[in-house]
């Protein structure tokens, strides 16, 4: 069993309120927004990053609705961004997949 925060999460361990659900993710808010809406939306099944997950159609199937889903339950009819941090260069610092779903604002372009 793993024993990072999103394992928990994911495993109910830890619980948070969820904004949104399907049969193999959850989404739920960040606990340092970065935008009006931020969300992150995890795969029930734990891979380190969105190069594992992509090898998995249904994951990230599941992963990639849930996200559209939850920026649509929260309201953001204006856009949104989709984000995957991933590794050292890509500002990843929770070894488990997660989608960020931002929003509520216009975000500016390039990121840091
Ligand atoms: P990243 O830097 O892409 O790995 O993003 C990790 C994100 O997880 C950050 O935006 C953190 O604020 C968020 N985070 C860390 N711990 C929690 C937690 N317990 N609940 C919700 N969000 C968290």
Avoid at 31 to 48: D, G, W
Avoid at 93 to 104: A, K
Wanted: charged share 15%; with cysteine.
């Amino acid at each position: 069993m793993s024993d990072d925060i999103f394992s928990k999460i994911a495993q109910g361990e830890i619980e948070v309120p969820l904004v949104d659900s399907n049969e193999y993710a959850v989404a739920f808010a960040d606990i340092n927004p970065q935008a009006p809406v931020h969300l992150l939306v995890i795969p029930k099944k734990k891979f380190l990053n969105v190069t594992e997950l992509a090898a998995d159609s249904t994951y990230m199937q599941a992963v990639m609705s849930l996200a559209v889903s939850a920026a649509s339950k929260a309201g953001l009819t204006n856009g949104y961004r989709l984000v995957f941090n991933t590794g050292q260069d890509g500002g990843q610092t929770v070894p488990y997949v997660h989608c960020h779903v931002l929003g509520g604002r216009s975000l500016t372009w390039p990121p840091g």
